[in-house]
Structures are given as C-alpha cells and as structure tokens.
C-alpha cells in the first residue's frame, strides 16, 4: 500500500509559479507510475499529467504542456509538479496519484493523496 502526501499549494499571482510535491511511503514508490491531475469547483477532476516509473517519460494535457513540468526523485520517494506561467483557470485542488499505467482515467490509479489548494489570481 502507498500513502501519498501533497504538499506546497497556496495562493500565486497570475504568470507566478508554483512547485507541488508528493511525498509517498513505502518502499515500492518506483514501481509506481504517478499521475497529477486536479479539480475546480463543479467540476470533474481532470487529467494534468503523469511520470513513468523511473521519470524518463513524462506525459501532459494539453492544457499544461509547455508551462507544467512533472520530475520524480525515486530516493526521496517524491513526484513533483512543476508550474510556470500559472493563469487564473488554473485554480484547483491539486492531487496526486499512483498507478500503473500512465494514463488520464482517474479511476485507473490506485491511491491517492488528499489534495492541496492552488489559487491563482487575476
């Protein structure tokens, strides 16, 4: 079983950046692909992007590609999430999760963590 822990939201003005982390436990973190995705009120969660077990392969949306960045550090048992050229639509509750495949299907993923606050201002 893996417990995951984000940390690192908060509130950033718009074109700021932000960095999120996820802190796993145990010692099969590795063999775990990790995915990001995130909600907005009302909305479905949604798919930002995921990192292959050893971080060689990085998948995004659309949406991000060009301003997030998602790297993993297996030794900390860390995946992180990288945001640039923050803009308001990004306001969510941000989640990581870990999986098998990296692929945008929430329930495809295994665990989760409970989700930290991104607040973007206009």
């Known amino acids: 079983q893996v417990q995951l822990v984000e940390s690192g939201g908060g509130l950033v003005q718009a074109g700021g950046s932000l960095r999120v982390s996820c802190a796993a436990s145990g010692r099969t973190f590795s063999s775990y692909v990790m995915g990001w995705f995130r909600q907005a009120p009302g909305k479905e969660r949604a798919f930002v992007g995921a990192?292959?077990?050893?971080?060689?392969?990085?998948y995004y949306a659309n949406s991000v590609k060009g301003r997030f960045t998602i790297s993993r550090d297996n030794a900390k048992t860390t995946v992180y999430l990288q945001m640039n050229s923050l803009k308001p639509e990004d306001t969510a509750v941000y989640y990581c999760a870990a999986g098998r495949l990296p692929v945008a299907v929430p329930r495809q993923y295994d665990y989760w963590g409970q989700g930290t606050q991104v607040t973007v201002s206009s």
């Open positions: 990192i292959s077990q050893s971080g060689a392969n990085t």
